[in-house]
């Protein structure tokens, strides 16, 4: 199931709202991005979708207006051109040097299963922004050297 729900109607009750502003509360609100979310004791923060008293969603978020829209055909330009891809050396052959490597990039953990500690993955990742207007290449290289490649929208910021 996608989050926000969208069968479910907005928060009516304003508990959100209210919370942002006791400062008591671990709730904050986001201008820019139209987003309420949970502060964590570390810094970091958690996106708020629901409201917790009512059910209802959180106002519409604004970060997807933050990233292009990929073109189907630039999507099928970018899919012929890494197809062939499934290792490291053919990614650099093929993309040249990335413009950001992040290692590690992903960390995955598996839940815990008949009383049995989870397993931790990383992976190596890599983004190449060269290759298009609109689209940014991001790859994985997992310990194995396997290579999973995927497409997102460029950071284009927000529009006032």
């Excluded at 400062?23 to 979708?49: A, Q, R, W």
Aim: proline share 6%.
């Amino acid at each position: 199931m996608s989050m926000p729900r969208d069968d479910l109607p907005f928060c009516e009750c304003r508990w959100l709202e209210r919370a942002a502003h006791d400062t008591h509360c671990p709730i904050e609100f986001d201008v820019k991005l139209n987003e309420y979310h949970l502060k964590t004791s570390n810094g970091g923060s958690m996106m708020i979708y629901h409201c917790p008293f009512c059910s209802g969603r959180a106002p519409k978020s604004l970060r997807s207006q933050m990233f292009a829209t990929i073109p189907p055909e630039e999507t099928v330009r970018l899919h012929v051109l890494t197809k062939h891809i499934t290792n490291e050396t053919e990614l650099r052959a093929t993309l040249g040097d990335p413009s950001h490597t992040f290692e590690p990039g992903i960390i995955s953990m598996d839940a815990e299963v008949d009383g049995h500690a989870r397993e931790v993955r990383t992976a190596k990742s890599l983004r190449f922004d060269q290759h298009s207007e609109t689209a940014t290449i991001s790859a994985t290289v997992a310990r194995d050297g396997r290579v999973r490649i995927f497409f997102s929208g460029k950071y284009i910021g927000l529009t006032e």
